[in-house]
């Protein structure tokens, strides 16, 4: 089977406070799935794609916790190599409500996809898709995620396969220095780049803004397509066909912020595999401010809830 998308990242389980709670005294903690490139691979499968998801997880029950999350949606897990050891990457979150901003707090030192190797992994399965899309999470963990991360990006291009890489920049993970080291040779030979705007700023000293900042960052890459997100600011494209322009957001209330990028990206993704990367950032605007109204990093969406007229007069 040819994959429409093909992803790899490290699953996790994030214990969020609830609300008016802080994590010093979090009596309970809501325990959800997370992995910014699953949450991808899985709302691009509720919209009927064929998806990949490939990882390095321990045996046992919070791995089968997050990859059937995953694997509910529709997304293909069986090339997850299983470890008979090893613990699962925790994120702790304290949502924050005004004035206090949120926090995260990551526990994911001593997982066994830390120490993946490019022989852990079926790359003939992987490769076979029509998009490889990776993300910069990812190629910061550690030099063995960073090697497996170039070396999935190289041999999709030497194959002619699309590549789409979302920068998504944490800065508790690396310095912008490292970031930029391993990610600009990535975007690079990618078809299509998400880098946000504050991104574009932190990694690639980009200091324009809006639109100007996306048709930067396409200068810089010199690839095809740039997408970047300003959280309510707007939305800017950068592409070779289409030339550059700001998609205004329309502001929605926020009851779980995580996974909203994520959903934006699958959203746009969604277009831009059927061809058309300006209906794709429609989508995406859509399926990002779902996201945002209901807990999990993944966001569960229904094709049918994509074309509804909206009362957030977001969609055409
Ligand atoms: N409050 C909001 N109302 C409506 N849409 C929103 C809101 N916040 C974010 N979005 C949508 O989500 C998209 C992505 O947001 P943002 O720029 O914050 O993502 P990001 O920084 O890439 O996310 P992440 O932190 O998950 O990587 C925005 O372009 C916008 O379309
Ligand atoms: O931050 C990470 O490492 C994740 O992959 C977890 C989340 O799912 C992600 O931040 C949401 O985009």
Redesign the pocket.
């Known amino acids: 089977m040819t994959y429409d998308i093909s992803t790899i990242g490290e699953g996790q389980i994030r214990l969020t406070c609830y609300k008016g709670e802080r994590l010093v005294n979090a009596q309970q903690l809501r325990a959800t799935a997370a992995c910014s490139e699953a949450n991808v691979a899985g709302l691009l499968s509720q919209l009927g794609r064929d998806t990949c998801w490939t990882s390095v997880m321990p045996q046992g029950d919070l791995t089968d916790r997050v990859v059937n999350e995953f694997r509910s949606v529709g997304v293909d897990v069986s090339h997850i190599c299983i470890k008979p050891e090893g613990r699962v990457a925790l994120y702790f979150m304290e949502p924050g409500e005004y004035p206090m901003p949120a926090r995260v707090l990551y526990d994911r030192e001593h997982t066994p996809f830390r120490d993946v190797r490019v022989e852990d992994l079926d790359w003939e399965a992987m490769l076979d898709t029509k998009l490889v899309f990776v993300t910069g999470i990812t190629a910061a963990l550690t030099e063995n995620t960073a090697v497996v991360v170039s070396h999935f990006v190289e041999e999709a291009h030497r194959r002619g396969i699309a590549v789409a890489l979302d920068v998504?920049y944490r800065s508790l993970l690396w310095e912008p220095r490292r970031a930029r080291e391993v990610l600009e040779s990535i975007a690079c030979i990618s078809d299509i780049v998400f880098c946000?705007v504050r991104d574009g700023m932190a990694v690639f000293g980009i200091e324009s803004d809006g639109e100007q900042a996306c048709h930067d960052l396409r200068e810089l890459f010199g690839a095809p397509t740039v997408v970047s997100?300003?959280?309510?600011n707007g939305?800017y494209l950068s592409d070779d066909e289409h030339g550059d322009h700001t998609f205004p957001?329309?502001?929605?209330p926020?009851v779980d912020r995580?996974?909203?990028?994520?959903s934006?990206v699958a959203g746009t993704l969604h277009g831009y595999l059927a061809g058309d990367v300006v209906q794709g950032i429609y989508y995406g605007?859509r399926t990002?401010?779902y996201a945002?109204t209901h807990y999990g990093d993944l966001t569960r969406v229904s094709p049918s809830e994509l074309n509804i007229p909206s009362n957030t007069d977001i969609l055409r």
């Open positions: 998504n946000s997100t300003d959280q309510i939305v957001v329309v502001q929605v926020v995580p996974g909203a990028g994520d934006f605007q990002s401010a945002l």
